[in-house]
């Protein structure tokens, strides 16, 4: 695995001609064990999914269907991914500010987390990701 940076990672592509398959398993193509799944749909044209950053939680974002893209922000400067393949993922390691734009039709976010839903773990206002990233 690359390191603990945001980074795109590719998974298995197996070319098919009634259809393409991919597979995701924990820790062998994510560098975590994969405790939740959820994913984002329905999002109406020219809406984003507000910033936030997870204290622990690890993140890997797939873009199922459609595309997307997703501004990370390490408390130095951003980096933006368009999400548009089924076959590559984004790690977001913790304590990395995300938000995700510019929806595409029928667009799905897939995300697999390392963690179940911790509320407590969720960092919701920006100037405080990073007054807590200063102390990191």
């Known amino acids: 695995m ?4 945001p980074h795109i990672i590719q998974l ?3 070319t098919d001609p009634r259809g393409n398959l991919s597979i995701v398993e924990s820790e ?9 799944a959820y994913w984002i749909y329905d ?12 204290r622990t939680q690890h993140e890997f974002i797939i873009a199922l269907s459609g595309s997307f893209d997703v501004i990370l922000d390490d408390g130095i400067g951003e980096q933006l991914f368009h999400m ?6 984004l790690y977001v390691p913790p304590m990395t500010w995300r938000r ?21 773990d969720y960092i919701e206002d920006f100037e405080e990701y990073k007054r807590l990233k200063i102390r990191d």
Do not use: T
Not at 28 to 36: A, E, G, L, N, S
Not at 100 to 120: G, H, K, Q, R
């Open 2 to 5: 690359e390191s603990n940076k």
């Open 12 to 14: 298995p592509k197996i």
């Open 28 to 36: 062998q193509h994510v560098p975590f064990d994969i405790k939740r």
């Open 43 to 54: 999002v109406p044209s020219g809406m984003q999914r507000y910033g936030h950053a997870f």
């Open 84 to 89: 548009d393949r089924a076959y590559y993922g």
């Open 100 to 120: 995700i734009e510019n929806f595409s039709s029928n667009a799905v976010v897939y995300v697999l987390s390392s963690e179940l839903y911790d509320p407590e």
